[in-house]
Each structure stands twice: as C-alpha cells, then as structure tokens.
C-alpha cells in the first residue's frame, strides 16, 4: 500500500511497517498449518470409506454365490476362488444344512480387488462364513439357512487389531 504524497518538494511514501508484515505472516502460517493438520484425518477417513465399501461388495459377491448354487446344491453349494494360479483351485465347499455355531464353516480370504483367494498370502480381507439353520418360519432345517459373512481386516492383523463388518442373509433351496 504505497501511496505517494507529495508535500511542497519532498515526496514520501506510506507502507506497511514490519510489525504489521510480522503480524499478517504469522495469521497465514497459523491458517496453512490448520489446513495442513486436517489432510491426516480426511485420508484416514478416505482409506476407510474405500474398505467399508469394497467389504460390503466381497460380502454381496460371496452371499450372492451361496443364493445362486443353494437351489442345486444345498448341501454342498460352492464358492469360486480366483484363478491366480494354473490350475485354478477349486472351489470351496459349504454344507448348508448344518449349524456352525461360533466355530466358521469356511474361512477364505479376498484380495484389494474383492478376489477370492485360498490363502492369507496376499489377502486384504479375512472372511468367515457362519451357518445357523434354525431360521424362523422355515420347519426343514435341510431347506433354509441363515449365512453370517464376516469380513476383517486387515486379513493379517491379530483379531484385536481388525474392523469387521457381519453381513447376514437366509439362502434358501426354493
């Protein structure tokens, strides 16, 4: 803000002292670091999003999967695993007509592409699949069951450690 001001021959000009330069350089570096301080906890929050989401997904695939190959294999309905290997595994076998109880009746693993994979090697995701077939208004237990999936992760860290999310549906035969 320099203005000049002319007083009979002499010219002199305003401008900002240091104290205000001081001042206003200190306003914006508390501003900057206030600004910068937040950027943790939005990719935080944003790392979290993109696996809350990519869990739901995983479970819709396996649930989706146990729903499609219950109404001819109910005892014995499959889930595919990724072919990341020559020849590709086989599938997973669940038997729908028993009670797991607390104990999983089949642990698989996903890896950050929402893959189904044999083994926690490159996993992102632990998944643990839970049966309960006294399901209510259902009075055969062989024809209607109760699926929990469970999923965690990271795959790899102690229970602890780990965020899960259960996913729960009734997989019937009809």
């Known amino acids: ?22 001042i206003a ?33 995983i479970a819709q695939s396996v649930i989706g999967s146990l729903a499609a190959s219950a109404s001819t294999h109910f005892s014995n309905a499959q889930l595919p695993l990724y072919p990341s290997s020559s020849p590709a595994p086989t599938p997973l076998s669940i038997d729908l007509t028993t009670n797991s109880g607390t104990t999983p ?14 083994n926690s090697t490159n996993a992102a995701y632990a998944i643990l699949i839970y049966t ?11 024809s209607a069951n109760e699926v929990t999936v469970r999923l965690a992760w990271p795959a790899n860290a102690p229970a602890a450690a780990q965020t899960f999310r259960d996913y729960v549906r009734i997989v019937s035969k009809y």
């Open 25 to 57: 350089l200190g306003v914006v570096t508390v501003g900057i670091v206030a600004v910068l301080g937040v950027f943790p906890a939005a990719l935080q929050t944003g790392h979290s999003a993109q696996d809350e989401t990519r869990a739901a997904h």
């Open 1 to 22: 803000m320099k203005r000049a001001i002319v007083y009979g021959r002499r010219t002199r000009t305003r401008s900002f002292s240091l104290a205000e330069v001081v």
């Open 105 to 118: 009746a089949v642990t698989c693993y996903a890896d950050n592409d929402g893959h189904l994979i044999p």
């Open 132 to 142: 309960n077939n006294s399901v209510p208004g259902f009075t055969d237990p062989a």
